[in-house]
T-cell receptor, first 114, second 109 residues
Framework: DGGITQSPKYLFRKEGQNVTLSCEQN?????MYWYRQDPGQGLRLIYY???????QKGDIAEGYSVSREKKESFPLTVTSAQKNPTAFYLC?????????????FGPGTRLTVL | EDQVTQSPEALRLQEGESSSLNCSYT??????LFWYRQDPGKGPEFLFT???AGEEKEKERLKATLTKKESFLHITAPKPEDSATYLC??????????FGSGTRLLVRP
């Protein structure tokens, strides 16, 4: 089955901890994205990557970090510097044929700070 | 500032009662307008992409249309399984998606 997987589905973090969210895709997509979704708000872009070993900040990158060592994988680390990390995190991927490509989403990870 | 506004925030319909969801955008250099469906606790599922004013796309009971300022998602004779949150997003000149906050649709049997 081709698709995007995210793990874990639920994640609990204590104050001051760093946590890493996993995102893997087997669609052979070039670009990958991380979004954050809060109740009553639209999805907001955290980071994106169009090619291995390269990534760019989105609109709300502060307190987050990413890596793109493999085409299939784009993990997101939520650091202790992120002031309000409780949210639903969504990973997406797309081809990159000039930029108008459709983004397809994974099932999401719900992060809760205890 | 580029912005996407969806209305209404929530919509309740009886099964079979057709209606429309609105997505207004103020994005310079629109590259595309995307519609997604999202079920509670799940990731968005892609529905349609529209690229130019006047374009229409259909899928089962859903039909999406696009003008220069807004897009509509028409739902004809909805069923309870159409209940979900519908998200629209515009793609700006830098190829980033700007999402609206969604319309929560509830279809009662």
């Amino acid at each position: 089955d081709g698709g995007i997987t995210q793990s874990p589905k639920y994640l609990f973090r204590k104050e001051g901890q760093n946590v890493t969210l996993s995102c893997e895709q087997n669609l052979n997509h070039d670009a990958m994205y991380w979004y954050r979704q809060d109740p009553g708000q639209g999805l907001r872009l955290i980071y994106y990557s169009q090619i291995v070993n390269d990534f760019q900040k989105g609109d709300i990158a502060e307190g987050y970090s990413v890596s793109r060592e493999k085409k299939e994988s784009f993990p997101l680390t939520v650091t202790s510097a992120q002031k309000n990390p409780t949210a639903f995190y969504l990973c997406a991927s797309s081809l990159w044929t000039g930029g108008k490509d459709t983004q397809y989403f994974g099932p999401g990870t719900r992060l809760t700070v205890l | 500032e580029d912005q996407v506004t969806q209305s209404p925030e929530a919509l309740r319909l009886q099964e079979g009662e057709s209606s429309s969801l609105n997505c207004s955008y103020t994005v310079s250099g629109l590259r595309g307008l995307f519609w997604y469906r999202q079920d509670p606790g799940k990731g968005p599922e892609f529905l349609f992409t529209l690229y130019s004013a006047g374009e229409e796309k259909e899928k089962e009971r859903l039909k999406a249309t696009l003008t220069k300022k807004e897009s509509f998602l028409h739902i004809t004779a909805p069923k309870p399984e159409d209940s979900a949150t519908y998200l629209c997003a515009s793609m700006d000149s830098s190829y980033k998606l700007i999402f609206g906050s969604g319309t929560r649709l509830l279809v009662r049997p």
